[in-house]
Protein backbone atom coordinates (compact mmCIF):
# COMPACT_ATOMS: atom_id res chain seq x y z
CA UNK A 1 0.00 0.00 0.00
CA UNK A 2 1.09 3.46 -0.85
CA UNK A 3 0.72 6.40 2.14
CA UNK A 4 -2.85 6.64 3.51
CA UNK A 5 -2.62 10.10 2.34
CA UNK A 6 -2.57 8.82 -1.60
CA UNK A 7 -5.90 7.12 -0.85
CA UNK A 8 -7.13 9.79 0.92
CA UNK A 9 -6.49 12.43 -1.49
CA UNK A 10 -7.73 9.96 -4.44
CA UNK A 11 -11.21 9.56 -3.04
CA UNK A 12 -11.13 13.33 -2.01
CA UNK A 13 -10.38 14.39 -5.73
CA UNK A 14 -13.44 11.40 -6.93
CA UNK A 15 -15.79 13.30 -4.94
CA UNK A 16 -15.22 16.69 -6.50
CA UNK A 17 -15.51 15.06 -9.50
CA UNK A 18 -18.54 13.85 -8.51
CA UNK A 19 -19.91 17.23 -7.94
CA UNK A 20 -20.16 17.79 -11.49
CA UNK A 21 -22.54 15.62 -12.13
CA UNK A 22 -25.63 16.72 -9.78
CA UNK A 23 -26.36 19.81 -7.21
CA UNK A 24 -25.04 18.98 -3.63
CA UNK A 25 -27.72 17.10 -1.48
CA UNK A 26 -28.60 14.82 -4.78
CA UNK A 27 -25.06 12.89 -6.02
CA UNK A 28 -25.72 9.85 -3.73
CA UNK A 29 -23.64 7.37 -2.90
CA UNK A 30 -20.76 5.54 -4.51
CA UNK A 31 -20.63 1.23 -3.62
CA UNK A 32 -17.25 -0.77 -4.09
CA UNK A 33 -16.97 -3.76 -3.83
CA UNK A 34 -13.35 -5.43 -3.42
CA UNK A 35 -13.26 -8.55 -5.28
CA UNK A 36 -13.81 -12.26 -2.81
CA UNK A 37 -11.88 -15.66 -3.33
CA UNK A 38 -12.74 -17.73 -6.16
CA UNK A 39 -13.33 -21.56 -5.85
CA UNK A 40 -11.47 -23.83 -8.21
CA UNK A 41 -12.53 -26.71 -7.06
CA UNK A 42 -13.84 -26.48 -3.75
CA UNK A 43 -14.15 -24.04 -1.76
CA UNK A 44 -11.41 -24.18 0.15
CA UNK A 45 -9.00 -24.94 -3.02
CA UNK A 46 -9.28 -21.07 -4.63
CA UNK A 47 -8.02 -19.54 -7.46
CA UNK A 48 -4.70 -17.28 -6.63
CA UNK A 49 -6.57 -13.93 -4.94
CA UNK A 50 -6.25 -10.73 -7.39
CA UNK A 51 -8.34 -7.85 -5.73
CA UNK A 52 -10.44 -5.63 -7.87
CA UNK A 53 -7.76 -2.97 -9.66
CA UNK A 54 -10.24 0.38 -8.95
CA UNK A 55 -10.48 -1.32 -5.29
CA UNK A 56 -6.88 -1.36 -4.96
CA UNK A 57 -7.04 2.11 -6.63
CA UNK A 58 -8.91 3.83 -4.33
CA UNK A 59 -8.12 1.85 -0.91
CA UNK A 60 -5.30 -0.30 -1.20
CA UNK A 61 -6.77 -2.60 1.15
CA UNK A 62 -5.11 -5.87 -1.00
CA UNK A 63 -7.53 -8.85 0.69
CA UNK A 64 -10.78 -10.27 0.40
CA UNK A 65 -14.33 -9.50 1.67
CA UNK A 66 -14.15 -6.00 1.90
CA UNK A 67 -16.80 -3.18 0.31
CA UNK A 68 -17.24 0.24 0.61
CA UNK A 69 -19.55 3.13 0.46
CA UNK A 70 -18.94 6.89 -0.32
CA UNK A 71 -21.39 9.93 0.33
CA UNK A 72 -20.81 11.65 -2.41
CA UNK A 73 -23.21 14.89 -0.65
CA UNK A 74 -21.16 14.46 2.82
CA UNK A 75 -17.64 12.87 2.21
CA UNK A 76 -18.37 10.19 4.89
CA UNK A 77 -16.69 7.00 3.86
CA UNK A 78 -17.51 3.78 5.61
CA UNK A 79 -15.33 0.34 4.80
CA UNK A 80 -17.60 -3.09 5.85
CA UNK A 81 -15.73 -6.00 6.33
CA UNK A 82 -15.58 -8.80 8.97
CA UNK A 83 -13.03 -9.34 11.35
CA UNK A 84 -11.68 -13.15 12.30
CA UNK A 85 -13.56 -16.06 14.29
CA UNK A 86 -11.55 -18.62 15.87
CA UNK A 87 -11.96 -20.83 13.23
CA UNK A 88 -9.86 -18.45 11.22
CA UNK A 89 -7.18 -17.84 13.55
CA UNK A 90 -6.73 -21.29 13.59
CA UNK A 91 -6.02 -21.82 10.20
CA UNK A 92 -4.07 -18.36 9.66
CA UNK A 93 -3.47 -16.74 12.86
CA UNK A 94 -3.93 -13.73 14.55
CA UNK A 95 -5.37 -11.14 11.94
CA UNK A 96 -5.28 -7.57 11.92
CA UNK A 97 -8.51 -5.92 13.14
CA UNK A 98 -10.66 -4.44 10.24
CA UNK A 99 -10.81 -0.92 11.96
CA UNK A 100 -6.96 -1.05 11.45
CA UNK A 101 -6.61 -2.19 8.17
CA UNK A 102 -9.17 0.51 7.30
CA UNK A 103 -7.08 3.27 9.09
CA UNK A 104 -4.29 2.21 6.61
CA UNK A 105 -5.99 3.65 4.26
CA UNK A 106 -7.36 6.96 5.94
CA UNK A 107 -10.89 5.49 6.76
CA UNK A 108 -12.07 5.99 10.06
CA UNK A 109 -15.57 4.33 10.04
CA UNK A 110 -16.27 0.66 9.52
CA UNK A 111 -19.18 -1.80 9.65
CA UNK A 112 -19.51 -6.03 9.18
CA UNK A 113 -20.02 -6.55 6.25
CA UNK A 114 -24.00 -7.45 6.13
CA UNK A 115 -24.34 -3.85 7.38
CA UNK A 116 -23.69 -2.94 3.35
CA UNK A 117 -27.14 -4.41 2.62
CA UNK A 118 -28.58 -2.37 5.16
CA UNK A 119 -27.11 0.95 4.30
CA UNK A 120 -27.66 0.68 0.78
CA UNK A 121 -31.39 -0.17 1.63
CA UNK A 122 -31.58 2.89 3.25
CA UNK A 123 -30.08 5.12 0.38
CA UNK A 124 -32.34 3.71 -1.72
CA UNK A 125 -35.45 3.89 0.23
CA UNK A 126 -34.35 8.08 0.32
CA UNK A 127 -34.38 7.80 -3.53
CA UNK A 128 -30.88 8.61 -3.69
CA UNK A 129 -28.64 7.75 -6.45
CA UNK A 130 -26.81 4.56 -5.91
CA UNK A 131 -23.72 4.64 -8.32
CA UNK A 132 -21.38 1.84 -9.34
CA UNK A 133 -18.75 0.92 -11.90
CA UNK A 134 -18.98 -2.16 -14.03
CA UNK A 135 -18.42 -5.73 -12.89
CA UNK A 136 -16.02 -7.92 -14.14
CA UNK A 137 -16.98 -11.49 -12.24
CA UNK A 138 -20.23 -12.83 -11.11
CA UNK A 139 -20.02 -12.66 -7.38
CA UNK A 140 -19.86 -9.23 -7.23
CA UNK A 141 -22.69 -8.99 -10.02
CA UNK A 142 -24.98 -11.09 -7.93
CA UNK A 143 -23.78 -8.98 -4.44
CA UNK A 144 -25.14 -5.78 -6.86
CA UNK A 145 -28.34 -6.99 -7.81
CA UNK A 146 -29.19 -8.39 -3.95
CA UNK A 147 -28.19 -4.36 -2.77
CA UNK A 148 -30.02 -2.99 -5.45
CA UNK A 149 -33.14 -5.34 -4.44
CA UNK A 150 -33.63 -7.36 -8.29
CA UNK A 151 -33.66 -10.53 -8.83
CA UNK A 152 -30.78 -12.58 -10.97
CA UNK A 153 -29.79 -11.64 -14.57
CA UNK A 154 -32.15 -8.18 -13.64
CA UNK A 155 -28.74 -6.30 -13.83
CA UNK A 156 -28.69 -4.31 -16.91
CA UNK A 157 -32.17 -4.67 -17.89
CA UNK A 158 -34.39 -1.96 -18.28
CA UNK A 159 -37.86 -1.91 -16.30
CA UNK A 160 -40.66 -2.09 -18.79
CA UNK A 161 -41.01 1.42 -18.37
CA UNK A 162 -37.52 1.84 -19.60
CA UNK A 163 -36.37 3.38 -16.10
CA UNK A 164 -32.61 1.50 -15.53
CA UNK A 165 -31.94 3.69 -12.55
CA UNK A 166 -29.60 1.01 -10.25
CA UNK A 167 -29.94 -1.58 -12.75
CA UNK A 168 -26.93 -0.34 -14.76
CA UNK A 169 -23.58 0.79 -13.74
CA UNK A 170 -23.06 4.45 -13.62
CA UNK A 171 -21.76 6.26 -16.09
CA UNK A 172 -20.86 9.22 -14.08
CA UNK A 173 -19.13 7.81 -11.42
CA UNK A 174 -17.19 5.15 -14.87
CA UNK A 175 -15.94 8.11 -16.51
CA UNK A 176 -14.74 10.47 -13.30
CA UNK A 177 -12.70 6.93 -12.29
CA UNK A 178 -10.98 6.89 -15.59
CA UNK A 179 -10.55 10.32 -15.30
CA UNK A 180 -8.58 10.22 -12.07
CA UNK A 181 -6.64 6.51 -12.79
CA UNK A 182 -5.81 7.14 -16.50
CA UNK A 183 -2.98 10.17 -15.43
CA UNK A 184 -0.17 8.47 -14.02
CA UNK A 185 0.74 9.59 -10.22
CA UNK A 186 4.33 9.96 -9.06
CA UNK A 187 4.67 7.06 -6.75
CA UNK A 188 2.53 4.86 -9.60
CA UNK A 189 4.82 5.33 -11.97
CA UNK A 190 8.04 4.50 -9.67
CA UNK A 191 5.87 1.26 -9.20
CA UNK A 192 5.20 0.73 -13.11
CA UNK A 193 9.33 1.29 -13.76
CA UNK A 194 9.27 -1.07 -10.90
CA UNK A 195 7.28 -3.59 -12.45
CA UNK A 196 9.15 -2.89 -16.16
CA UNK A 197 12.98 -3.68 -14.31
CA UNK A 198 10.43 -7.12 -13.34
CA UNK A 199 9.56 -7.24 -16.75
CA UNK A 200 12.63 -6.71 -18.41
CA UNK A 201 14.59 -9.28 -16.11
CA UNK A 202 12.17 -11.90 -17.42
CA UNK A 203 12.56 -11.54 -20.58
CA UNK A 204 16.35 -11.59 -20.70
CA UNK A 205 15.90 -15.16 -19.09
CA UNK A 206 13.69 -16.14 -22.13
CA UNK A 207 15.89 -14.97 -24.80
CA UNK A 208 19.13 -16.53 -22.61
CA UNK A 209 17.22 -19.57 -22.75
CA UNK A 210 16.51 -20.17 -26.65
CA UNK A 211 18.39 -23.05 -27.66
CA UNK A 212 17.25 -25.16 -30.33
CA UNK A 213 15.50 -28.24 -29.36
CA UNK A 214 14.22 -26.82 -26.19
CA UNK A 215 10.29 -26.86 -25.19
CA UNK A 216 8.84 -23.79 -24.97
CA UNK A 217 6.91 -24.66 -21.98
CA UNK A 218 10.45 -24.42 -20.27
CA UNK A 219 11.41 -21.04 -20.99
CA UNK A 220 7.64 -20.02 -20.06
CA UNK A 221 8.47 -22.02 -16.38
CA UNK A 222 11.62 -19.63 -16.29
CA UNK A 223 9.71 -16.70 -16.87
CA UNK A 224 6.80 -17.45 -14.48
CA UNK A 225 9.73 -18.29 -11.78
CA UNK A 226 11.41 -14.54 -12.04
CA UNK A 227 7.91 -13.09 -11.75
CA UNK A 228 7.01 -15.48 -8.73
CA UNK A 229 10.43 -14.69 -6.87
CA UNK A 230 9.93 -11.21 -6.97
CA UNK A 231 6.40 -9.71 -7.77
CA UNK A 232 2.98 -11.20 -7.66
CA UNK A 233 3.30 -13.48 -10.80
CA UNK A 234 2.65 -12.65 -14.44
CA UNK A 235 0.71 -9.77 -15.87
CA UNK A 236 -1.57 -11.76 -18.19
CA UNK A 237 -0.75 -15.47 -19.72
CA UNK A 238 2.53 -15.18 -21.34
CA UNK A 239 2.75 -15.39 -25.39
CA UNK A 240 5.71 -17.63 -26.91
CA UNK A 241 5.58 -19.10 -29.99
CA UNK A 242 7.16 -19.95 -33.44
CA UNK A 243 3.76 -19.01 -35.03
CA UNK A 244 3.78 -15.26 -33.98
CA UNK A 245 0.82 -15.19 -37.17
CA UNK A 246 -1.53 -16.10 -34.32
CA UNK A 247 -1.26 -12.79 -32.67
CA UNK A 248 -2.50 -14.78 -29.21
CA UNK A 249 -0.89 -17.83 -28.93
CA UNK A 250 -0.57 -19.44 -25.66
CA UNK A 251 0.18 -22.84 -26.61
CA UNK A 252 3.81 -23.53 -25.14
CA UNK A 253 4.38 -27.46 -26.54
CA UNK A 254 6.23 -26.77 -29.86
CA UNK A 255 10.16 -27.47 -29.87
CA UNK A 256 12.42 -24.95 -30.90
CA UNK A 257 13.43 -25.42 -34.28
CA UNK A 258 16.64 -23.77 -36.50
CA UNK A 259 15.28 -20.98 -38.90
CA UNK A 260 11.68 -19.74 -36.86
CA UNK A 261 11.20 -16.41 -35.09
CA UNK A 262 10.08 -16.37 -31.89
CA UNK A 263 7.94 -14.01 -30.28
CA UNK A 264 7.42 -13.68 -26.69
CA UNK A 265 4.84 -10.84 -25.12
CA UNK A 266 5.24 -11.00 -21.66
CA UNK A 267 5.01 -9.06 -18.64
CA UNK A 268 5.08 -8.77 -14.70
CA UNK A 269 3.03 -7.69 -12.08
CA UNK A 270 5.17 -6.65 -9.32
CA UNK A 271 3.93 -6.84 -5.83
CA UNK A 272 1.72 -3.47 -6.26
CA UNK A 273 -0.08 -4.92 -8.78
CA UNK A 274 1.13 -2.82 -11.16
CA UNK A 275 2.25 -3.89 -14.71
CA UNK A 276 4.51 -4.37 -17.35
CA UNK A 277 4.10 -5.43 -21.32
CA UNK A 278 7.10 -6.23 -23.47
CA UNK A 279 7.39 -7.73 -26.85
CA UNK A 280 10.36 -9.03 -28.61
CA UNK A 281 10.93 -11.13 -31.66
CA UNK A 282 14.04 -13.56 -31.84
CA UNK A 283 15.53 -16.22 -34.46
CA UNK A 284 15.54 -19.18 -33.13
CA UNK A 285 18.83 -19.72 -34.56
CA UNK A 286 20.96 -16.33 -33.28
CA UNK A 287 21.11 -15.01 -36.40
CA UNK A 288 17.78 -13.67 -38.77
CA UNK A 289 17.78 -14.44 -42.17
CA UNK A 290 18.12 -11.53 -44.82
CA UNK A 291 14.29 -12.35 -45.08
CA UNK A 292 13.46 -11.75 -41.68
CA UNK A 293 15.62 -8.94 -40.50
CA UNK A 294 14.26 -7.09 -44.21
CA UNK A 295 10.39 -7.60 -42.44
CA UNK A 296 12.15 -7.07 -38.57
CA UNK A 297 13.69 -3.70 -39.74
CA UNK A 298 10.28 -2.28 -40.56
CA UNK A 299 8.99 -2.92 -37.58
CA UNK A 300 11.84 -2.11 -35.58
CA UNK A 301 11.82 1.24 -37.69
CA UNK A 302 7.69 1.28 -36.68
CA UNK A 303 8.54 1.01 -33.13
CA UNK A 304 11.10 4.04 -32.91
CA UNK A 305 8.74 6.46 -35.01
CA UNK A 306 5.93 5.51 -32.92
CA UNK A 307 8.02 6.58 -30.11
CA UNK A 308 9.47 9.45 -31.32
CA UNK A 309 5.96 10.87 -32.33
CA UNK A 310 4.65 10.19 -28.95
CA UNK A 311 4.24 13.10 -26.71
CA UNK A 312 1.57 16.06 -25.45
CA UNK A 313 -1.11 17.47 -27.98
CA UNK A 314 -0.79 14.66 -30.46
CA UNK A 315 -3.78 11.76 -30.48
CA UNK A 316 -2.19 8.24 -30.35
CA UNK A 317 -4.63 7.46 -33.40
CA UNK A 318 -2.80 9.78 -35.56
CA UNK A 319 0.62 8.01 -34.38
CA UNK A 320 -1.05 4.83 -35.51
CA UNK A 321 -1.96 6.44 -38.66
CA UNK A 322 1.42 7.22 -39.06
CA UNK A 323 3.48 4.28 -38.63
CA UNK A 324 0.64 2.56 -40.81
CA UNK A 325 2.15 4.56 -43.98
CA UNK A 326 5.92 3.77 -42.84
CA UNK A 327 4.92 0.35 -42.39
CA UNK A 328 3.43 0.60 -45.76
CA UNK A 329 6.32 2.57 -47.35
CA UNK A 330 8.88 -0.25 -46.22
CA UNK A 331 6.59 -3.24 -47.26
CA UNK A 332 6.13 -1.35 -50.98
CA UNK A 333 10.01 -1.68 -51.21
CA UNK A 334 9.65 -5.35 -50.41
CA UNK A 335 7.28 -5.71 -53.49
CA UNK A 336 3.98 -6.95 -51.49
CA UNK A 337 2.05 -3.83 -51.66
CA UNK A 338 1.84 -0.87 -54.24
CA UNK A 339 0.31 2.30 -54.93
CA UNK A 340 -0.12 5.99 -53.02
CA UNK A 341 0.93 5.47 -49.27
CA UNK A 342 -1.96 7.85 -48.33
CA UNK A 343 -4.68 5.95 -50.11
CA UNK A 344 -3.26 3.05 -48.68
CA UNK A 345 -3.81 4.08 -45.45
CA UNK A 346 -6.87 5.31 -46.05
CA UNK A 347 -8.35 2.34 -47.58
CA UNK A 348 -6.80 0.71 -44.13
CA UNK A 349 -4.30 -1.59 -46.10
CA UNK A 350 -1.99 -1.85 -42.96
CA UNK A 351 -4.90 -4.04 -41.64
CA UNK A 352 -3.80 -7.11 -43.81
CA UNK A 353 -0.07 -6.93 -41.33
CA UNK A 354 -0.99 -5.70 -38.41
CA UNK A 355 -4.92 -6.46 -37.79
CA UNK A 356 -4.43 -5.10 -34.16
CA UNK A 357 -3.66 -1.19 -32.86
CA UNK A 358 -0.79 0.20 -32.11
CA UNK A 359 -1.07 0.40 -27.96
CA UNK A 360 -2.76 0.35 -24.81
CA UNK A 361 -3.03 1.62 -21.42
CA UNK A 362 -1.23 0.06 -19.26
CA UNK A 363 -1.51 0.37 -14.82
CA UNK A 364 -2.91 -1.77 -12.25
CA UNK A 365 -4.41 -3.60 -15.56
CA UNK A 366 -2.15 -4.66 -17.89
CA UNK A 367 -4.74 -3.10 -20.41
CA UNK A 368 -5.87 -0.74 -18.06
CA UNK A 369 -9.36 -0.28 -16.95
CA UNK A 370 -10.35 -2.05 -20.02
CA UNK A 371 -13.05 -3.96 -17.23
CA UNK A 372 -14.62 -0.35 -17.32
CA UNK A 373 -15.20 0.01 -20.70
CA UNK A 374 -12.77 -0.40 -23.74
CA UNK A 375 -14.33 2.95 -25.54
CA UNK A 376 -14.59 5.14 -22.53
CA UNK A 377 -10.91 4.16 -21.42
CA UNK A 378 -9.37 4.41 -24.38
CA UNK A 379 -10.97 7.30 -26.80
CA UNK A 380 -12.12 11.21 -26.20
CA UNK A 381 -15.91 12.13 -26.42
CA UNK A 382 -14.90 13.53 -29.97
CA UNK A 383 -13.30 10.41 -31.76
CA UNK A 384 -14.96 7.01 -32.66
CA UNK A 385 -13.91 3.65 -33.39
CA UNK A 386 -12.78 3.13 -36.90
CA UNK A 387 -14.68 -0.16 -39.04
CA UNK A 388 -11.08 -1.02 -40.21
CA UNK A 389 -9.13 -3.99 -39.51
CA UNK A 390 -6.27 -2.91 -37.47
CA UNK A 391 -7.10 1.20 -36.42
CA UNK A 392 -10.65 -0.39 -35.22
CA UNK A 393 -8.70 -2.71 -32.80
CA UNK A 394 -6.77 0.58 -31.55
CA UNK A 395 -7.29 0.55 -27.90
CA UNK A 396 -5.59 3.77 -27.19
CA UNK A 397 -6.94 6.52 -29.04
CA UNK A 398 -6.71 9.71 -27.02
CA UNK A 399 -5.09 12.94 -26.93
CA UNK A 400 -1.85 12.62 -25.13
CA UNK A 401 -0.91 14.06 -22.17
CA UNK A 402 1.72 13.99 -19.48
CA UNK A 403 1.17 10.97 -17.04
CA UNK A 404 -0.58 8.78 -19.71
CA UNK A 405 1.27 5.24 -19.30
CA UNK A 406 0.86 3.05 -22.59
CA UNK A 407 2.39 0.47 -24.96
CA UNK A 408 3.81 1.22 -28.43
CA UNK A 409 3.88 -2.33 -29.97
CA UNK A 410 3.52 -2.44 -33.78
CA UNK A 411 3.83 -5.83 -35.78
CA UNK A 412 3.80 -7.65 -39.09
CA UNK A 413 1.97 -10.68 -39.81
CA UNK A 414 1.52 -12.78 -42.55
CA UNK A 415 -1.72 -14.69 -41.92
CA UNK A 416 -2.41 -16.91 -44.44
CA UNK A 417 -6.16 -17.30 -43.81
CA UNK A 418 -6.40 -13.27 -44.00
CA UNK A 419 -4.74 -13.19 -46.70
CA UNK A 420 -6.83 -15.65 -49.16
CA UNK A 421 -9.97 -14.00 -47.53
CA UNK A 422 -9.01 -10.67 -49.00
CA UNK A 423 -7.64 -12.19 -52.00
CA UNK A 424 -11.07 -14.08 -52.24
CA UNK A 425 -13.24 -10.81 -51.64
CA UNK A 426 -11.11 -8.52 -53.60
CA UNK A 427 -10.08 -6.21 -50.92
CA UNK A 428 -7.80 -4.15 -51.06
CA UNK A 429 -7.07 -5.88 -54.63
CA UNK A 430 -5.60 -2.95 -56.15
CA UNK A 431 -2.60 -2.47 -53.79
CA UNK A 432 -1.76 -6.37 -52.64
CA UNK A 433 0.51 -8.12 -54.45
CA UNK A 434 -1.07 -11.41 -53.60
CA UNK A 435 1.29 -13.91 -55.64
CA UNK A 436 4.31 -11.88 -53.54
CA UNK A 437 2.45 -12.90 -50.15
CA UNK A 438 2.81 -16.26 -51.31
CA UNK A 439 6.51 -16.51 -50.60
CA UNK A 440 5.76 -15.33 -46.95
CA UNK A 441 2.85 -17.41 -46.20
CA UNK A 442 5.32 -19.77 -43.50
CA UNK A 443 7.12 -16.42 -42.29
CA UNK A 444 5.06 -16.21 -38.73
CA UNK A 445 4.98 -12.87 -37.34
CA UNK A 446 7.12 -10.14 -35.55
CA UNK A 447 6.10 -8.15 -32.94
CA UNK A 448 8.18 -5.58 -31.11
CA UNK A 449 6.57 -3.94 -28.13
CA UNK A 450 8.22 -1.23 -25.11
CA UNK A 451 5.87 0.44 -22.29
CA UNK A 452 5.96 3.97 -23.16
CA UNK A 453 5.16 7.01 -20.35
CA UNK A 454 4.31 10.56 -21.74
CA UNK A 455 5.99 13.37 -19.92
CA UNK A 456 6.03 17.04 -20.36
CA UNK A 457 7.99 17.21 -23.17
CA UNK A 458 8.06 14.06 -25.26
CA UNK A 459 7.92 10.60 -23.76
CA UNK A 460 10.61 7.64 -22.28
CA UNK A 461 10.61 4.29 -22.09
CA UNK A 462 9.82 2.59 -18.78
CA UNK A 463 12.23 0.00 -16.86
CA UNK A 464 15.70 0.70 -15.94
CA UNK A 465 17.45 -1.15 -19.02
CA UNK A 466 15.60 -1.10 -22.88
CA UNK A 467 16.01 -4.64 -23.93
CA UNK A 468 17.88 -5.14 -27.40
CA UNK A 469 15.66 -3.89 -30.23
CA UNK A 470 18.03 -3.40 -33.14
CA UNK A 471 18.54 -6.57 -35.20
CA UNK A 472 22.06 -6.12 -34.52
CA UNK A 473 21.73 -5.50 -31.08
CA UNK A 474 19.41 -8.88 -30.76
CA UNK A 475 21.95 -10.88 -32.08
CA UNK A 476 25.10 -9.59 -30.72
CA UNK A 477 22.53 -10.31 -27.33
CA UNK A 478 21.65 -14.31 -28.35
CA UNK A 479 25.11 -14.79 -29.09
CA UNK A 480 26.42 -13.19 -25.63
Known sequence: MFNKSVYTARRQRLIELMARTAPQGSRGIGIFIGNGEAAAQYRDNAYKFRQDSSWLYFFGIDAPGYAAVMDFDSGDVKIYADDVEIGDIIWMGPQPSVASIAEGAGVHVTAPFSALKEDVGKARSQHRKCHYLPLSRWYNTMLIETLMGLGPGDLGKAKEDGATEGRAPSLELTKAVIELRLIKEDCEIAEMDDAGALGQEMHTVARNSIKIGTIEQEIVGKMDGVTLSKGWGVSFPTILTQHGETLHNHLH???????????????????SHYASDFTRTYPTSGKFTQKQRDVYQIVCDCNEYAFKLTKPGIAYRDVHL????????????????????????????????????????IGLDVHDMEDLGE???????????SPQLGLGNLRMARVLKPG????????????????????????????????KLKEYYDFGGIRLEDDVLVTIDGARHTGPNRLPIQPDDVETAMQG
Open 322 to 361: AVSKLMLEGLSQLGLVHGNLDDMVAEGVAGMFQPHGLGHN
Open 404 to 435: HFISDEPGIYFIPALIEKWKSEGTCKDFLNFD
Open 375 to 385: DLVGYDPDQRR
Open 253 to 271: DKVIEPGKLMVIDAGAENN
